[in-house]
């Protein structure tokens, strides 16, 4: 959105949180957040308010907006399929329209008359722009032809990768005792990108942080297995095959709560989609460097398996609408409709 010109009312980051007890010593800085977000859209009076993803802040300033005749419109429809259903009825009034990334989600709603669409993920765009170039990748980072590759993801928030990484590299370090050859890959993003390199100057196996999409995308097609943090990146790493095992730890008092109310039995978003344990999960305290590296050093070593996993991946991309008209362009579409009528 910046490269199309959009100048942000504050950093992004800002709102780059994620569970209670990560929120909590936020809340003065997000309420600021929320007031000055709400006053800038009284003041311009746009022709409909589209909020993307955030549902903790997006739904609050959905709710300030309520009655000012403007159109209210969802991008990312909110996981309450996976905790707490019910919560779904508390939208009826305070959005008028979701645009959905999952093709189940539409038909959820609709329960609680709640209009949805569903548009596409936009991952799919995203691998379509960069395929990845995996032998040019090697070259130009010095990593032999016939070297393994682990590419590690341990997420794009300061809390998430702070608990992630010393549990990633503890695997990482274990799975090149036993492959010397192994070559490491990090790629991050911005707002970690400081605390994730001075992390990995300090590891003692071969490793390269590579950041941007381009090198990302070259990065994932180098890569022999990945381990990443569950989340998007996980659907990016279904579309381009990658064999991978996903891991996450959050704060405990936030797990017990999430605990409580999860009602869906797998985590991984491509677990979720193909309804069964395609990609192995470790959560919380099953998240313990030494499983997890059986698991990757299985996965390096039984080619079997990994064409299992490469063959259910397969599947979800036409599950999730490649192939058809590109996910930007028919949430577009849905945008102007809802505005049209």
Request: one cysteine or more.
């Amino acid at each position: 959105m910046a490269e199309e010109g959009l100048a942000s009312l504050f950093p992004i980051a800002d709102l780059s949180v994620m569970g209670l007890a990560e929120i909590l010593p936020r809340v003065p800085l997000l309420l600021r957040r929320l007031r000055e977000t709400a006053a800038h859209v009284k003041a311009v009076r746009p022709a409909a308010l589209i909020t993307i993803d955030a549902p903790g802040f997006s739904f609050r300033l959905a709710k300030r907006l309520a009655g000012e005749g403007i159109p209210l419109i969802h991008y990312v429809a909110p996981q309450v399929w996976a905790w707490r259903p019910g919560r779904a009825r508390h939208l009826v009034g305070c959005i008028d329209h979701l645009l959905a990334l999952l093709p189940f989600e539409p038909d959820f709603f609709r329960e609680y008359d709640l209009p949805c669409d569903f548009v596409g993920h936009p991952v799919i765009e995203g691998v379509a722009e960069a395929p990845g170039d995996g032998p040019e990748f090697r070259l130009r980072s010095a990593i032999p032809a016939d070297a393994p590759v682990l590419v590690l993801l341990p997420g794009s928030r300061i809390g998430e990768v702070s608990r992630l990484l010393p549990v990633f590299a503890d695997v990482a370090a274990r799975l090149h005792a036993q492959r010397p050859r192994l070559h490491v890959v990090v790629p991050t993003v911005e707002q970690v990108a400081g605390v994730v390199a001075a992390a990995v100057a300090g590891w003692p196996m071969p490793s390269h942080l590579v950041e941007g999409n381009a090198s990302r995308a070259d990065a994932f097609a180098a890569a022999d297995v990945a381990l990443a943090a569950s989340g998007t990146v996980s659907l990016e790493l279904a579309l381009r095959c990658v064999p991978t095992v996903v891991a996450y730890r959050t704060n405990p008092f936030t797990a017990v709560l999430v605990r409580r109310m999860l009602t869906i039995p797998h985590v991984a978003l491509p677990n979720i989609l193909a309804n069964k344990a395609v990609v192995p999960e470790f959560l919380q305290e099953d998240c313990r460097p030494k499983a997890i590296a059986d698991t990757l050093i299985h996965l390096l070593d039984d080619p079997d398996q990994r064409s299992r996993q490469k063959k259910d991946l397969a599947h979800i991309a036409e599950m999730l609408g490649q192939g058809g008209t590109l996910p930007s362009l028919r949430a577009a579409d849905a945008v102007l409709q809802i505005i049209a009528d």
